[in-house]
């Protein structure tokens, strides 16, 4: 009787470990597949045309650290006397980048 339950736990453990080693091995591979759905392809068009709205966002809303404080795209500092100050929503809305509205 000890054998057969010996034997009963050593097979549950070991179908346990199994399915634990194939979720991780599931996570390993969803990991790479983002990796090879972000490199280009050679029927994707390059240019600012393909680049995705995040990108965008970034370079011209964004600061930036290394830039001190700045977007790589910069743009001027629009002083009080222009208007008030209006949201202008970025991304579907999920981010915004304040600025003046001209007064009429």
Known sequence: MGEWLRIAVWS??????????????NVALRQQLVVVQRQPTENRSVGPEADPPHVEFDHTSRTHRSLEDDCPDSRPVEPPEIGDVVAYPQIGGLHHRYGRRLAA
Do not use: N
Request: hydrophobic letters at 45%.
């Open 12 to 25: 549950f453990t070991s179908a346990l470990r199994s399915r634990r080693d194939l979720a991780l091995e």
